[in-house]
């Protein structure tokens, strides 16, 4: 099975402007997490959709945005940039059989840079 | 909120020594998962333990998951170069979608 992909690879965006990343599942998989990390707060949990529905949801500010579509694919969307949103951004994707947390899959991520 | 905190932040051992990393959890959780991130790469899972005191082994690493279901370790036996890279666990509560990532262990092994 083809691993979990996504686009861009990496991405310069200047302050105040917004940014769409898109992310491929593995296929079967209904649930997506994203993930954004920094040298200085690791991994840190941003949403999980699963069938369409956000699932749960992390502290982060509403500038923070995703969706899912019924291919499972899903985008997550970031406005009105800031240097700090600089980061690694990890999309994994989970057979999640609906009972809790299965194992991640994460995709090469997204490197956004923010000048 | 949840909490996972990971010890040690760095370590650096000689080839063919022993290496373990600890998590502990500030809340029960359903399962721990443990994975690892090689320089320049991706977290790739590792293994999820989900009974009390469980132990699991994969070769030359031992994971174990705490009679509480609150800390969990990772031990690997005479580590190889090959064995570089950043472990984390991650933890999970009853009924949750979100898991919360320990900061990570970045092993360094000097040949």
């Known amino acids: 099975k083809a691993g979990v992909t996504q686009t861009p690879r990496y991405l310069i965006k200047t302050r105040g402007q917004q940014v769409t990343l898109s992310c491929s599942p593995i296929?079967?998989?209904?649930?997506v997490s994203w993930y954004q990390q920094t040298p200085g707060q690791g991994l840190q949990f941003l949403f999980e959709?699963?069938?369409?529905?956000?699932?749960n949801k992390g502290n982060f500010p509403g500038r923070f945005s995703g969706r899912q579509f019924s291919n499972s694919r899903s985008e997550m969307n970031v406005s009105t940039l800031e240097l700090g949103d600089s980061a690694l951004y990890l999309c994994?994707?989970?057979?999640?059989?609906?009972?809790?947390?299965?194992?991640?899959?994460f995709g090469p991520g997204t490197r956004l840079t923010v000048t | 909120g949840q909490q996972v905190m990971q010890i040690p932040q760095y370590q650096h051992v000689q080839e063919g020594e022993d290496f373990t990393t600890y998590c502990n959890s500030s809340t029960t959780l359903s399962n721990i998962q443990w994975y690892k991130q090689r320089p320049g790469g991706h977290p790739v899972f590792l293994i999820q333990?989900?009974?009390?005191?469980e132990v699991k082994k994969q070769k030359r690493l031992t994971f174990q998951f705490g009679e509480a279901k609150k800390n969990s370790s990772l031990h690997i036996t005479a580590t190889q170069t090959t064995d570089v890279g950043t472990y984390f666990c991650a933890g999970a509560g009853a009924g949750s979608y979100q898991l919360t990532f320990g900061k990570g262990t970045k092993l360094s092994v000097i040949p």
């Open positions: 333990l989900v009974k009390s005191g």
């Open positions: 994994a994707s989970s057979p999640s059989t609906g009972t809790g947390t299965d194992e991640q899959y």
């Open positions: 959709y699963f069938s369409e529905t956000q699932r």
């Open positions: 296929s079967g998989h209904r649930s």
